[in-house]
């Protein structure tokens, strides 16, 4: 079965520079959720897209920014990189619809590393 | 705040014994717990989803949920090395988003 597709993979960058990491959802699902996960910590949710329109918004720095295109693939950019904000970005989707109860099924994840 | 507890662990149980790991959270609101199972460096995988109360089996495991106590816990039965890994207990949230607990440590010695 088709899974969700992350890219890139690792990303290494500098100080101040900009990230864009990019989603592909499972084929049907209507919802994109973003993740991020620093070292020994569990994920923190950053933000979601419904039919992309954003749906909701967690901890997401406002350096940081998402949307989610017509092929409902999704993309995270990240402005003005801080050393902090290294860590894995998880990308997950589901399919919501009435008596669902949301099953979030997650990508692989791509490891950021700010220097 | 809304917030998952986990005992973050480690968890230690010999081959096929029964592991058994909990988790409680603060918003009664909440009507979906998940259970993920993360390897070091992974995703996260679900493996066990619960919306009622009782108990839910899906092969070795069996996901209990007690609405009244706000508890979910999960069961691992014959465990196995390949077991081992850190589990995730998630809440539901009220636009759609998880809230994670901060992890279980499990360590399955052969």
């Known amino acids: 079965a088709a899974g969700v597709i992350q890219s890139p993979r690792h990303l290494i960058k500098e100080k101040r520079e900009t990230a864009t990491l990019k989603c592909y959802p499972i084929p049907r699902h209507d919802t994109v959720y973003w993740y991020q996960q620093g070292p020994g910590q569990d994920p923190q949710f950053l933000i979601s897209?419904?039919?992309?329109?954003?749906?909701d918004k967690g901890s997401i720095p406002d350096r940081f920014s998402a949307q989610q295109f017509s092929d409902y693939h999704s993309e995270l950019n990240m402005s003005s990189l801080e050393l902090g904000d290294s860590a894995l970005y998880f990308c997950?989707?589901?399919?919501?619809?009435?008596?669902?109860?949301?099953?979030?099924?997650f990508g692989p994840g791509t490891r950021l590393t700010v220097l | 705040q809304k917030e998952v507890e986990q005992n973050s662990g480690p968890l230690s149980v010999p081959e096929g014994a029964i592991a058994s790991l909990n988790c409680t959270y603060s918003d009664r609101v909440s009507q979906s717990f998940f259970w993920y199972r993360q390897y070091s460096g992974k995703s996260p995988e679900l493996i066990m989803s619960?919306?009622?109360?009782g108990d839910k089996e899906d092969g070795r495991f069996t996901a209990q949920l007690n609405k009244a106590s706000q508890y979910v816990s999960l069961l691992i039965r014959d465990s196995q090395p390949s077991d081992s890994a850190t589990y995730l207990c998630?809440?539901?949230?009220?636009?759609?988003?998880?809230?994670f607990g901060k992890g279980t440590k499990l360590s399955v010695k052969p």
């Open positions: 997950a989707s589901s399919l919501i619809n009435l008596g669902s109860y949301n099953e979030q099924f």
């Open positions: 998630a809440a539901g949230g009220s636009q759609g988003n998880l809230i």
């Open positions: 897209f419904y039919e992309k329109m954003q749906s």
């Open positions: 619960i919306y009622s109360n």
